[in-house]
């Protein structure tokens, strides 16, 4: 399990420099853009080509193709001539998409940002930028079809570090925007573009290095290519439940002048240890348990799971006191900045304080739906993730009367706790699952450290510790030494 450690570690450490790019990214983004109109058109513009990535690409076709590569790894004819022809429709479909959406883009952005219609110059503005990034779609697209079978071959360093591309390209195209006095929006459009052209040929150039003989050909509809599509069809609500609700979220938030930027610096914020922790995890879960079940191997199966749930909570639960204790000096010292004023800094600290406590649900649900397609099960996800959809819809529309914005964060996270338990019932009831007892109480040993950790943080917080840079980095210092300390004192009395 050594092994499986690893990897985690070296997925999460790598997705942890793409997301420090990251934020340096959105520091500028709020000094240049603020929180307001010019960020809600570019948040919105760009929302759009990442749900059908996440939907289509980095979703549905890496849980369907992953497991189904996986069986014929080893047979390098069968696996080129099926992974070949499952880029190619890819491609196919892909440019289908964009080119119908070009043309349909102004009922796109109607669908997506109905509250933008009240602003005639912002709803024209964000159709013209939609049309720009969703030429990214397309690359950034077989950039995920590249990854997946390099992660299938256990290789995740190179393609792990791939958003650092884009958020290279992003940091250089707002700087240009800022010093150069050009359209800031456009420029960043195209950084955007830019940056998915050269991560699809990164990608590409490994592969061909690696002689995987991956090639475009003329596709066709092959038993295993229809076995994939009917597999991938489930798989785009199932992986993209999170990523429809913000989008759902966004929706109802467009009413509310600021709030679709609010809720996603929020969710950039959650979404840094998620991606650190959960979907890390579940990157290497899917390729590792799709080669137990391959060998029948279940015992190997639980104590993967077990050493994930183990390794999730480890780092989600102070990650989690973290974002309640400090999220107001956080959000002030990162982004506070320029265009960015102090009513932001609260309501985007009001979702955090929310949106954090989906955390562990997301982090740990990355386990239970990769079981899951990996026993090829595709359908249990998306019951799954419908219900949580649902709820987490009906729960924002219901609320946003009462608490604006933040009901979309309410929604969220509800939804998610509605989607783990789900997952975790099925896979139990399968006998796909075990928890082993001294999971249990490992994880109970987490949980106390973290809440007195917590303490620890809300006294250096009250007494102003934290009040500027210096002072709330040496304050995540100390606690985060005294919670490592401290478990592994305390760990090696666990049996």
């Known amino acids: 399990m050594s092994s499986l450690s690893n990897s985690f570690m070296k997925v999460g450490a790598l997705t942890g ?20 109109r010019l960020s809600d058109i570019f948040f919105m513009a760009f929302k759009i080509p990442n749900l059908f990535r996440n939907l289509l690409a980095e979703g549905a076709l890496q849980v369907a193709f992953v497991p189904m590569f996986t069986e014929h790894r080893d047979d390098k004819k069968t696996s080129t001539e099926f992974s070949s022809n499952a880029f190619s429709w890819l491609m196919c479909l892909l440019l289908f998409i964009t080119l119908a959406a070009e043309i349909a883009m102004p009922f796109i952005i109607m669908l997506f940002a109905p509250g933008f219609a009240s602003d005639p110059e912002k709803l024209e503005m964000t159709i013209w930028l939609s049309r720009i990034m969703f030429l990214y779609l397309f690359f950034i697209s077989g950039t995920a079809f590249l990854t997946c079978i390099l992660n299938a071959f256990s290789e995740f360093a190179l393609t792990t570090a791939m958003p650092i591309v884009l958020n290279t390209f992003m940091i250089i195209g707002l700087l240009i925007a800022k010093h150069s006095g050009y359209d800031q929006l456009n420029i960043l459009s195209w950084a955007v573009v830019l940056s998915g052209i050269v991560q699809m040929g990164i990608l590409f150039y490994r592969i061909k290095k690696r002689k995987m003989g991956l090639h475009i050909i003329r596709p066709k509809l092959t038993p295993r290519i229809k076995t994939l599509f009917k597999r991938m069809i489930p798989g785009f609500i199932g992986t993209g439940a999170y990523h429809i609700n913000i989008l759902a979220g966004s929706m109802i938030a467009s009413f509310q002048d600021g709030a679709v930027s609010w809720l996603y610096y929020a969710d950039r914020m959650v979404q840094l240890p998620f991606a650190m922790i959960g979907l890390a995890a579940g990157t290497v879960l899917l390729t590792s348990i799709s080669s137990s079940m391959c060998r029948g191997d279940m015992n190997d199966v639980y104590d993967q799971q077990n050493s994930s749930i ?6 989600t639960l102070p990650a989690l006191v973290g974002l309640l204790i400090l999220t107001i000096p956080i959000i002030k010292l990162l982004f506070e900045h320029g265009a960015f004023d102090h009513t932001s ?18 982090s740990l649900s990355q386990i239970f739906s990769n079981t899951l397609y990996a026993s090829q099960d595709t359908k249990t996800p998306v019951h799954t993730s419908v219900t949580s959809l649902l709820i987490g819809i009906v729960l924002s529309a219901a609320l946003f009367p009462i608490f604006g914005f933040l009901s979309v964060a309410v929604g969220t996270m509800v939804g998610g706790w509605v989607k783990l338990l789900t997952l975790i019932y099925h896979c139990y009831k399968r006998k796909l699952f075990k928890l082993f007892p001294r999971t249990i109480r490992t994880c109970s040993l987490f949980t106390i450290i973290a809440i007195t950790m917590g303490f620890m943080l809300a006294f250096a917080n009250k007494f102003g510790l934290t009040s500027n840079l210096f002072g709330l980095f040496g304050t995540i210092a100390v606690a985060g030494l005294f919670y490592l300390g401290t478990n592994k004192l305390l760990l090696k009395f666990i049996k």
């Open 345 to 362: 800094t609260i309501n985007t600290s009001n979702a955090i304080f929310i949106l954090a406590f989906v955390l562990p649900a997301m």
């Open 310 to 315: 183990k390794h999730i909570l480890f780092w």
């Open 17 to 36: 420099i793409s997301r420090i790019f990251g934020f340096i990214r959105d520091m500028l983004i709020a000094n240049v853009l603020g929180a307001g």
